[in-house]
């Protein structure tokens, strides 16, 4: 696997290396033993998946906070999404900055998170779904979330929203 750090601290691209043939190609996805030589938490508890009918539905930004705060591997395994991380960590020197990225089931990246980033994304396609391996076990009662429109981040989306969840729209305003 090829592990790239984004600007965001503790955030990488990892794209998995090819192997191929005639037949097409073979891949890892995941190594606990290469995540941790590359520092990462290799914990795994759950996996997900998201599955979205039309273009335009945003999910996020979201988190689990303390003392069930999660790392995720997020990967698009059809359509694409436009996905986007935020930096809640006060002691981060990449603190209430973002990055993005397009997943494709084409181009096969993954997108690692630490504890203490949000995620969302929007969608580029319609039948889009999105596969996550996290390290906690989801814990409704510290689940939490800023907005997607926070003026605090500024996150420009490529897409107009078309669909989105009433709970993510009512998110308060970003405080410490």
């Given at each position: 696997?090829i592990?790239?750090e984004?600007p965001l601290?503790g955030?990488?691209?990892?794209?998995?290396e090819r192997?191929?043939d005639?037949?097409?190609?073979?891949a890892?996805?995941?190594?606990q033993r290469?995540?941790?030589?590359?520092?990462?938490?290799a914990d795994?508890a759950?996996c997900?998946?998201?599955f979205n009918?039309?273009?335009g539905?945003?999910?996020?930004m979201h988190?689990?906070?303390a003392?069930h705060?999660?790392t995720?591997?997020?990967?698009?395994?059809s359509?694409i999404?436009?996905?986007?991380?935020?930096d809640?960590?006060?002691?981060?020197t990449?603190?209430?900055?973002?990055?993005?990225?397009?997943?494709t089931?084409?181009?096969h990246?993954m997108?690692?998170l630490?504890?203490?980033?949000?995620h969302?994304?929007?969608?580029?396609?319609?039948?889009?779904?999105?596969f996550?391996?996290?390290?906690e076990f989801?814990?409704p009662?510290?689940?939490?979330?800023?907005?997607?429109?926070?003026?605090?981040f500024g996150i420009?989306?490529?897409e107009?929203?078309?669909?989105?969840?009433?709970?993510?729209?009512?998110?308060p305003?970003?405080?410490l």
């Open positions: 696997m592990f790239t984004t601290n955030a990488y691209i990892i794209e998995p192997l191929e005639e037949r097409g190609f073979f890892r996805t995941w190594c290469e995540f941790k030589a590359h520092g990462l938490s795994l759950q997900n998946i998201s009918r039309r273009k539905t945003l999910r996020g988190y689990q906070s003392p705060a999660e995720r591997l997020v990967r698009c395994t359509g999404v436009y996905d986007v991380i935020v809640l960590r006060p002691q981060s990449t603190f209430k900055r973002w990055f993005s990225i397009e997943l089931a084409e181009n990246r997108l690692y630490p504890e203490g980033l949000a969302g994304f929007i969608t580029l396609r319609d039948d889009t779904e999105v996550y391996q996290m390290s989801y814990a009662e510290f689940a939490s979330g800023v907005r997607w429109n926070d003026p605090a420009e989306w490529p107009k929203v078309q669909v989105m969840a009433e709970h993510d729209r009512r998110y305003d970003f405080q």
